[in-house]
């Protein structure tokens, strides 16, 4: 065996030779390729055989270099996955496979440039996407809409409900007039609206140890007055006849007394109603800060003149009854005094009620409440619905019978029926003492009547509407000034 120490130098040697291609080696004989059974490690390692050494040209499967020509791996430029050769069956795989291990695979580093087009698309991917469910609507009622937040709906109806803290009102544009003089008082005739709102259903009897307040009496005992007279059929030279003529009187005086205001002002009950929703038709083009300045303004000027006609009616009282006290030998039904308390009452309820509401309405921005106040805001809610336009159409043709040469008529004019199912009045439901129906009870009288009254008080506030908007316009064409106060 060769010494040792004398292999290192001959290996040292030629790896300090410059030439390339050829053995460093002097001696042929030293070379190591020449000696199958020679091992060139110092340490005592195993060595590569001579079937490794045929394939050192052989690139690894794995790598990236190749070896050089003096033994050395020079790194190389390789396209793609490096090719192996075919292995036989049953041959073992070459020794670099066995003694190298593959190195770890990296994760691919996201590309920076992107696609100049897309991918096609894959069978999956041209699916139709599920179609989402539809997207409920918000409103409110409809939703209704603030005040506050100044939108409008227009579409969906809102149904006439009796609900105690939500009181349903409607704003029926009144219509333009013909006038007599210089077109330039038409540009300034205002849009002015008519408020209503149906009656409440008239009250019964309470049922055994419910105590019933004194004014509730009497107004119960009154609406029973006047169901009896507009019931009865008999002979009018008859005491009972006389009373229901009376009674009718007396009923027609107070409709044509009280301003249609005044009395939409006393169907609201200031301690219950949280909330007011004003339906008006689509051919309203105002925006909803209009409506609404429209709709204070008016009820300012309610106040005004349910304070004034408080003071008349109430120094008419003693007046009246006196009156009916001295005629009661010639004419025992009285009815001037009835007339003159029904109008006091509702004037000052009026006036009452357009003071609490204009309070209320103010009571967010004045912070009333930071002050120890007890009044609740009161919140104005707005919706246009196409259905009111039946509505505008009675008032119209109610002011064209008024003023046929002022006002134009509208043709046919809706019936009750059109009316009722264009706001969705319904007669209620209830029992003989206003609360649930029991077994047996048919309530078919009590709902007839409710249809009765509602029927002829809406009849009763078109004539009056169109009263006093005819009154109104005569005023504006001496003086367009001073009407536009009132």
Known sequence: MQDPVGLIENVVSALDSNQAGR?????????????????????????I??????????????????????????????KGQPELPPRQANQEPPVSSRTKEDPPHLPVRPSSNLPDHSPEPTPDSTRAAPTPPPRQPTTLPPPAIDADLPTSEEGDSQKYTRDPHKLIAYLIPLPKPKLSKSTANEDALPDRFLLYTPPPPHLLKPAKGIKEPKLKWCK??????????????GKTVSWRGLHSKTTKGVMWAIRHIKATDIVFLGRIKNNEVDEIILVFPSSVTHTIPEVRSNFIAQVTRTKKKASKEAVISTILLPVT?????????????????????????????GWNTSRVITKRLGARESKFGKYGGTERVLHLRFQQDEKMDVLTRSLAEACHKKNPQMFDSVGRPPTETEVTKAIGWEPVVRGSTGGERNEGETGWDDEEWQKVVFRDDFKATMQKGAGSWEKWCKKFEKNPEKALKK
Not at 23 to 47: I, K, Q, T, V
Not at 340 to 345: H, I, R, S
Request: net charge negative.
């Open 220 to 233: 119960r005992k009154l609406q029973q007055e006047v169901q009896k007279a507009n019931k009865y059929d």
């Open 49 to 78: 055989g001579k079937a490794a050494k045929d394939k050192k040209d052989q690139q690894y499967t794995n790598g990236v270099h190749l070896p050089g020509p003096n033994g050395i791996h020079t790194p190389t430029e390789q």
């Open 23 to 47: 053995s460093a080696y002097a001696d042929p004989g030293h070379s190591p390729s020449n000696n199958d059974d020679h091992c060139a490690n110092p340490e005592g390692l195993n060595c």
């Open 321 to 349: 009854l006196a009156i009916d006290t001295f005629a009661a030998v010639i004419w025992p039904f009285g009815g001037l005094f009835e007339i003159d308390a029904v109008w006091a009452y509702a004037s000052i309820k």
